[in-house]
């Protein structure tokens, strides 16, 4: 095959071969509730800083806390539900609760957003 015709699949990370990602992909295969909340969940979080790093992994979206990567927040998307870990602290066990409604979402925002303002 000449390289003229050769297109690649997809982006592809500068630090590696791998296909990078989109958050977009863990959209695909959700029911609309657990759509809904894991868009709103993304919004809030990149609201509390401009220091908030996203990173889209295969089965799950991480957030973290500036270059140091201090990671507070991991979600993992199911068919019906979230899987919201929340971290405080790196020697503390995380917080982790399945999540369904946005009235959850809204009780679990408080604990997010103290998880950011502490990570070291």
Same mark, same amino acid.
């Given at each position: 095959? +000449? %390289? ?8 592809? =990370?500068?630090? =590696? ?6 958050? %977009?992909?863990? #959209? ?9 909340? &894991? #868009? %709103? @969940?993304?919004?809030?979080?990149? =609201? ?6 996203? %990173? ?24 019906? +539900? ?5 971290? +405080? ?7 982790? @609760? ?9 009780? &679990? ?12």
């Amino acid at each position: 095959m +000449s %390289e003229e015709n050769h297109k690649p699949s997809s982006f592809q =990370s500068p630090y =590696s071969n791998k296909p990078i990602l989109s958050f %977009e992909s863990h #959209l695909k295969g959700l029911g609309e509730q657990p759509r809904a909340l &894991l #868009l %709103e @969940l993304r919004n809030f979080v990149k =609201s509390l800083g401009d220091n908030v790093i996203e %990173e889209v992994r295969p089965h799950r979206v991480v957030y973290a806390k500036s270059l140091t990567f201090r990671i507070f927040l991991d979600i993992q998307p199911k068919n019906d +539900s979230l899987l919201i870990s929340a971290r +405080s602290s790196r020697n503390e066990p995380a917080a982790i @609760l399945t999540v369904r409604t946005a009235e959850e979402v809204e009780h &679990l925002k408080p604990q997010i957003k103290h998880a950011y303002q502490i990570i070291r």
